[in-house]
T-cell receptor
Framework: NAGVTQTPKFQVLKTGQSMTLQCAQD?????MSWYRQDPGMGLRLIHYSVGAGITDQGEVPNGYNVSRSTTEDFPLRLLSAAPSQTSVYFC?????????FGPGTRLTVT | DAKTTQPTSMDCAEGRAANLPCNHSTISGNEYVYWYRQIHSQGPQYIIHGLKNNETNEMASLIITEDRKSSTLILPHATLRDTAVYYC?????????????FGKGITLSVRP
């Protein structure tokens, strides 16, 4: 049981490039979400999904797309990276009463 | 969801109890109190949550006042590994649809 896994751990992009942050969970959780954390700040919700085929926006969705084709996977796409998207990204999946977080992806956009 | 207020930081001696306060004076009757912690930029870790009654698990105890306007997370015997940022969060939902709003949390430093 690996829990929530995220790849890559580190990534450097140039402004305008695109990429996908991967997130997978093996706990059969219906609810998954993406957060970003800027230095010295708490986490902010980007997008979330309550099940395969269903996604919705969180607090800071602009510049990010998501899809949920399977229960296990919830990728986050940056279509045209901007320096303001430099952050640490955490994926989470949820069971009754608690959320399980992945180790994070540290993204730098230059 | 109601907002929470936490001190910026606190410290305690190793082996002693750490009592972390949280104010949530605008909490509604159906809102839960959650506590998470984040150790050195790792992913947040769930600690405990409660609605009205005090709760205890292997990690900590959660004491909620009778009027539910504040709560205290208690780590009974703090160790150096408990040094982390602790987040107190109030959420209307629990379980699979809980959307958490993280503030800046309280930084707990456990000293030898």
């Amino acid at each position: 049981n690996a829990g929530v896994t995220q790849t890559p751990k580190f990534q450097v992009l140039k402004t305008g490039q695109s990429m996908t942050l991967q997130c997978a969970q093996d706990m059969n959780h219906e609810y998954m979400s993406w957060y970003r954390q800027d230095p010295g700040m708490g986490l902010r919700l980007i997008h979330y999904s309550v099940g395969a085929g269903i996604t919705d926006q969180g607090e800071v969705p602009n510049g990010y797309n998501v899809s949920r084709s399977t229960t296990e996977d919830f990728p986050l796409r940056l279509l045209s990276a901007a320096p303001s998207q430099t952050s640490v990204y955490f994926c989470a999946s949820s069971a009754e009463g608690e959320q399980y977080f992945g180790p994070g992806t540290r993204l730098t956009v230059t | 969801d109601a907002k929470t207020t936490q001190p910026t930081s606190m410290d305690c001696a190793e082996g002693r109890a750490a009592n972390l306060p949280c104010n949530h004076s605008t909490i509604s009757g159906n809102e839960y109190v959650y506590w998470y912690r984040q150790i050195h930029s790792q992913g947040p870790q769930y600690i405990i949550h409660g609605l009205k009654n005090n709760e205890t698990n292997e990690m900590a105890s959660l004491i909620i006042t009778e009027d539910r306007k504040s709560s205290t997370l208690i780590l009974p015997h703090a160790t150096l590994r408990d040094t982390a940022v602790y987040y107190c969060i109030v959420s209307r939902t629990t379980g699979a649809n809980s959307k958490l709003t993280f503030g800046k949390g309280i930084t707990l430093s456990v000293r030898p």
